[in-house]
Antibody
Framework: EVQLLESGGGLVQPGGSLRLSCTAS????????MTWVRQAPGKGLEWVST????????HYADSVNGRFTISRDNSKTTLYLEMTSLRVEDTAVYYC????????????WGQGSLVTVSS | EIVLTQSPATLSLSPGERATLSCRAS??????LAWYQQKPGQAPRLLIY???NRATGIPARFGGSGSGTDFTLTISSLEPEDFAIYYC?????????FGQGTRLEIK
């Protein structure tokens, strides 16, 4: 059974930093591209970032480009999202999700980690 | 950026009725479209990928169709557990995007 467990969320002040982690199990992590998607309170889904299986290719939404960094440690089957210069509008539940090795749509999602940016 | 427009925003139906949800892309995405279901407090669940293929474990009452710019999710006979928010999603080009969602509510 695929399991994705996010951690690291919490309350941070505007301009602050936070690192999210997503620990994976139940599938071959090193063969799966991984994605972060966020959802602001009461709003829809917004793609944040994607990383290739080996980690050599990354993509970011314009809204986070230059502030967020996605990375992975295949030896630890863990995905990361380093978030800096946080803004109030970054407040959201952050989901990690796996994609199929063929770059299909996200097919398994974690339960999410809430990040609140507020003074 | 490819914009996905879902309609209607809200759909009010009764159990046993047929639901038809629409997703229109601002440019052709061939069949690189997926549908997700999300219930309150839960993560999204993949229903349909590549426009018309049911994901693992998805009941046969869920069906997807379309190609190019116009796509449809059909639920043939609504069950009580189907009332939720549905999102379409394209992976054809970066940035990947989601529609704004259709809320399916009990009439």
């Amino acid at each position: 059974e695929v399991q994705l467990l996010e951690s690291g969320g919490g309350l941070v002040q505007p301009g602050g930093s936070l690192r999210l982690s997503c620990t994976a199990s139940g599938f071959t992590f090193s063969k799966s591209p991984m994605t972060w998607v966020r959802q602001a309170p009461g709003k829809g889904l917004e793609w944040v970032s994607t990383i290739s299986a080996a980690g050599g290719s990354t993509h970011y939404a314009d809204s986070v480009n230059g502030r967020f960094t996605i990375s992975r440690d295949n030896s630890k089957t863990t995905l990361y999202l380093e978030m800096t210069s946080l803004r109030v509008e970054d407040t959201a539940v952050y989901y990690c999700a796996k994609r199929s090795p063929a770059w299909g749509p996200p097919d398994n999602w974690g339960q999410g980690s809430l990040v609140t940016v507020s003074s | 950026e490819i914009v996905l427009t879902q309609s209607p925003a809200t759909l009010s139906l009764s159990p046993g009725e047929r639901a038809t949800l629409s997703c229109r892309a601002s440019q052709s995405i061939t069949t690189d479209l997926a549908w997700y279901q999300q219930k309150p407090g839960q993560a999204p669940r993949l229903l349909i990928y590549d426009a018309s293929n049911r994901a693992t474990g998805i009941p046969a009452r869920f069906g997807g169709s379309g190609s190019g710019t116009d796509f449809t999710l059909t639920i043939s006979s609504l069950e009580p557990e189907d009332f939720a928010i549905y999102y379409c999603h394209q992976r054809s080009s970066w940035p990947i995007t989601f529609g704004q969602g259709t809320r399916l509510e009990i009439k």
